[in-house]
């Protein structure tokens, strides 16, 4: 189960489904809640859309393809780190898509609207947490071929594809916020190797609290130039030596 890759999602088709249905004038109102770069800056409403574009979708299509990618790589990281760092991770990439495009384009006028960011940093924890991962490549630059891979090339082929349109050899026929898609790629590179560096410190935290532990009921070395040491083997025992100080 991934509750929160299904709200995500269930999310992203509401938001589209009532815009399709509702809102008379598309453009204004993406507008009025996508984020517009030379906007950012002029009022805290700007810095709303940073959030409220991460729900919008310039059409069906535009969704579904942002919706599929979530779908697998919101799974395959939630099951990994749990739903309350998933929700986060989303937040965080989709933020940090935003300022990135910003600050590459400050002066553009034009809305920016899609989760395509924060997801760029799904899959960017997908490809850190399990690399080895084998998965279908289909797209139409490959004429729907399906072409085995493993995650980690996947990633790799997908970095290089947002660098080439960033430099204006556009595969994907223009329209695609690239640096965007590059920012959130980043976020959920550092947010996972953020959450592994504070997993890592919380284990040695343990460690060393049971160690006291152990030191109180044991006893202190024989002799002030020797220290105890306890190390737990993978098998959960725990073996005590002294070693010189």
């Known amino acids: 189960m991934a509750p929160v890759t299904f709200w995500l999602m269930a999310a992203n088709v509401a ?11 598309p453009d ?16 805290l409403h700007g810095w709303v859309t ?6 919008l979708h310039g059409g069906w299509l535009h969704l579904a393809a942002n919706m599929i990618m979530l779908y697998f ?14 929700a986060t991770l989303y937040a965080v990439a989709g933020v ?25 940093g799904m899959f960017a ?11 279908l490549l289909i797209t139409p630059l490959t004429l729907f071929i399906p072409i085995p891979m493993r995650l980690l090339t996947l990633g790799w082929l997908w970095l290089a594809l947002q660098v080439i349109g960033l430099m204006g050899a556009d595969p994907f026929g223009g329209g695609v916020a690239y640096m965007a898609h590059l920012g959130g790629y980043a976020g959920g590179l550092l947010f996972v190797w953020g959450l592994g560096w504070a997993l890592a410190r919380r284990r040695e935290s343990s460690r060393a609290d049971y160690a006291r532990r152990l030191a109180i009921q044991h006893g202190p070395a024989p002799s002030p130039r020797y220290r105890t040491v306890y190390v737990t083997d993978s098998m959960g025992r725990t073996f005590a030596f002294h070693e010189p100080r």
């Open 125 to 135: 924890a997908a490809v850190m947490l399990a690399p080895r991962e084998r998965v």
């Open 96 to 120: 940090l898509a935003g300022l990135a495009q910003v600050a590459w384009d400050p002066t553009s006028g034009v809305p920016m609207v899609g989760a395509s960011g924060a997801i760029s």
């Open 73 to 86: 790589a919101g799974r395959l990281v939630e099951t990994r780190i749990g739903p309350g760092r998933t």
């Open 15 to 25: 938001v589209t489904l009532l815009t399709t249905l509702f809102v008379a004038e």
């Open 28 to 43: 204004a109102f993406f507008w009025n809640w996508g984020l517009v770069p030379s906007q950012l800056g002029a009022s």
């Open 50 to 55: 940073v959030f409220t574009s991460m729900f």
